[in-house]
């Protein structure tokens, strides 16, 4: 940089007019390039010191697991006469067999045996006493679980507790003075945070990938009770398990998912937060298992029409779509139709956003919980209790009907059908469903309709004479009762 400072002061003296002033501006741009290229070296983060810290704590998890897989002797069409050796070659050999035993027999049994199947994953060491992380389903269903460090020492690890919500298992070896992982905050974790994963992808180990955080907070379809942290790291199959580390060295998740339409690493990767993932091992250390809280209530996010359908000036919350018999939520006198705006002192933005809140908070603790009723807020206590080990789950079942002004048939519903979709009284049962307010809404044959405007049907002659009353222009909450359990959907009559 002194140098072509010095050379520009030279061009400058010797040599006047416009040859001098082309070189000049040459040497300035060439100047700026490389005071850029310094700035952008020294913004990017340097992992190396992280890497030989930290690393040792973080250990390759092989399983082996008993399966039922009938004998196949027929090589099926496309495969490789020969197997490579390596990883990739013990992937094949996991997914498709040996084809020196019969392919889709990995074990190469007779048919009908029990053969044995591997599966690879990471964790990484909380305690040099032998405590180790990593995920549920990379030991599930497991009979032999080895932890290999990164000295190459291979140990026989018990399985302390696992929990199948949270994705979290808890393992044993029996070892001392391991290297530890540090852990970190994840809750004060900013998105667009340099983050660094380490793990096993298809078996290497101790592999290295990083990016940044893409979003906190994100909810995935059947996972409840995780509020996910999204980033960008390459995460590939073997990862499971692994840390994901912050700038200063500290665990803040554990890599458990990727979405992918390929079955390999697309940019979009998840893993559990630290913190939450910390006080299930808790529970598991002292349990075994893991007791949440449980509020009892089905809910669904507030869209902009049912905002405007309940008098919100904004969509928030979460909406209460069923109160489960005999829950906290019944007994606290919580409503169908409530929009749960905070709980326990913690705003509620997105529905997906009050399940993991709610696991989290012991069992009968009493919390405060602000809701919107018919436009008003109101506060209720409630003491919660501890989470069902099954989901509760109802069906349709769809049968015949009377016209509407909404151009869909209605009718009552049949004693083996309130049984069916545990429906004690009311509502009336979609049969038929033409081009109209209904459809646009949502509404589907079988669809079981509890509610119009707030008001509960009884019947189906009650709910000929609600639709008659229904303003026009306006959005009005509809409850209805479908596959899966009951959702809200916002209605509005066109204007004549």
């Given amino acids: 940089m002194n140098f072509m400072m010095v050379r520009l002061q030279g061009v400058c003296a010797q040599e006047t007019g416009l040859p001098a002033l082309k070189k000049l501006l040459m040497a300035g741009v060439l100047l700026l390039l490389l005071v850029a290229n310094s700035v952008q070296a020294g913004s990017l983060p340097d992992f190396t010191e992280l890497v030989e810290e930290h690393s040792a704590a973080v250990v390759n998890i092989s399983t082996t697991q008993k399966i039922k897989h009938p004998k196949i002797s027929r090589m099926p069409r496309g495969m490789p ?12 050999r996991h997914f498709f067999g040996d084809p020196d035993r019969g392919f889709g027999d990995p074990g190469g049994g007779p048919e009908g045996d029990m053969p044995e199947a591997k599966s690879l994953g990471s964790g ?45 298992a808890l393992l044993k070896v029996e070892a001392d003075h391991l290297p530890v992982v540090k852990i970190g905050d994840s809750e004060h974790l900013k ?170 908070t012991p069992v009968g603790k009493k919390v405060r919980v602000k809701i919107l009723r018919k436009g008003k807020t ?21 049968h015949t009907a009377s016209e509407t002004r909404l151009n869909i048939t209605v009718m009552d519903l049949t004693d083996s059908q309130r049984e069916k979709l545990e429906i004690k009284e009311g509502g009336v049962i979609v049969q038929k469903i033409k081009a109209g307010p209904a459809r646009r809404a949502g509404v589907r044959r079988g669809d079981v309709i509890l509610m119009i405007n707030n008001i509960e049907v009884k019947d189906a002659k009650q709910f000929a004479e609600i639709t008659a009353d229904l303003p026009a222009g306006k959005s009005v909450p509809l409850l209805v009762q479908r596959r899966g359990g009951p959702v809200f959907l916002a209605l509005k009559i066109d204007e004549k």
Avoid: C
């Fill in 191 to 360: 998105v667009g945070a340099w983050v660094l994963a380490i793990g096993s992808p298809f078996g290497f180990d101790h592999s290295v990938t990083q990016g940044i955080v893409s979003a906190k907070g994100r909810a995935l379809p059947r996972e409840n009770y995780v509020p996910f942290i999204q980033t960008d790291v390459a995460i590939n199959p073997g990862n499971s398990g692994g840390p994901l580390f912050d700038l200063d060295g500290k665990v803040v998740g554990i890599n458990s998912q990727i979405y992918s339409r390929t079955g390999g690493f697309m940019g979009l990767s998840f893993a559990i937060p630290i913190n939450m993932a910390m006080q299930v091992v808790e529970q598991l250390k002292e349990n075994g298992k893991v007791a949440r809280g449980w509020l009892g209530v089905l809910i669904q996010d507030v869209t902009r029409e049912l905002a405007e359908s309940f008098g919100m000036d904004k969509p928030r919350g979460a909406l209460v779509a069923k109160v489960l018999k005999d829950s906290p939520a019944e007994k606290a006198g919580f409503e169908v139709g409530d929009v749960v705006l905070s709980f326990n002192g913690k705003a509620i933005i997105h529905s997906s956003d009050l399940p993991p809140l709610v696991g989290i």
């Fill in 378 to 398: 109101k506060i209720i206590k409630v003491k919660l209790g501890e989470l069902p080990e099954e989901d509760l789950q109802v069906a349709g079942d769809p």
């Fill in 124 to 168: 990484f060491i909380i305690s040099s006493d032998g405590y180790v992380m990593t995920n549920h389903h990379v030991v599930k269903d497991a009979t032999e679980i080895l932890v290999r460090l990164s000295d190459r020492r291979e140990l026989v690890a018990e399985v302390v507790g696992s929990d199948a919500r949270s994705d979290i």
């Fill in 81 to 92: 006469e020969q197997i490579p050796e390596g990883p990739f070659g013990d992937l094949f």
